[in-house]
């Protein structure tokens, strides 16, 4: 399984940065440029938890759909998102966040496995280095 952490300071405080980051109306600026676009579910203004959001967009040559839901929070410290439906074999997002001075840190835990076994692991290990 891949494990992505990333540590993200911002000049806002904690609970603004946590709401703008369950708002799909932000996501969906954020990758216009794969045209990702929120198409069931939630798909306007933040999601809230037991809620789902299917997005979709054009990926490695192939329109994909990736539905997830909001499977623990607690504002405005952390929420989960998990997926329920797409390509991966799992995918499971954390996002924490930690009031400091003059802002806010975000802290994502993204882990995922690839589906399509060791020929999965090899993309990742391609994939993973160029980013």
Do not use: C
Request: glycine share 4%.
């Amino acid at each position: 399984m891949a494990r992505i952490h990333l540590t993200t300071f911002i000049a806002a405080p904690a609970e603004r940065v946590f709401n703008l980051s369950r708002s799909i109306n932000l996501h969906s600026i954020s990758t216009a440029h794969t045209n990702e676009r929120a198409i069931a579910g939630v798909t306007n203004g933040l999601i809230k938890l037991n809620e789902t959001v299917t997005w979709q967009a054009r990926h490695l040559f192939k329109t994909r759909q990736h539905t997830s839901k909001i499977t623990a929070m607690e504002s405005p410290v952390f929420f989960v998102d998990e997926m329920t439906k797409g390509d991966f074999k799992s995918f499971r997002h954390e996002h924490h966040f930690k009031p400091v001075d003059n802002g806010s840190i975000m802290i994502d835990i993204l882990e995922f496995e690839s589906p399509y076994g060791s020929v999965g692991k090899f993309f990742n290990s391609i994939y993973l280095k160029s980013i």
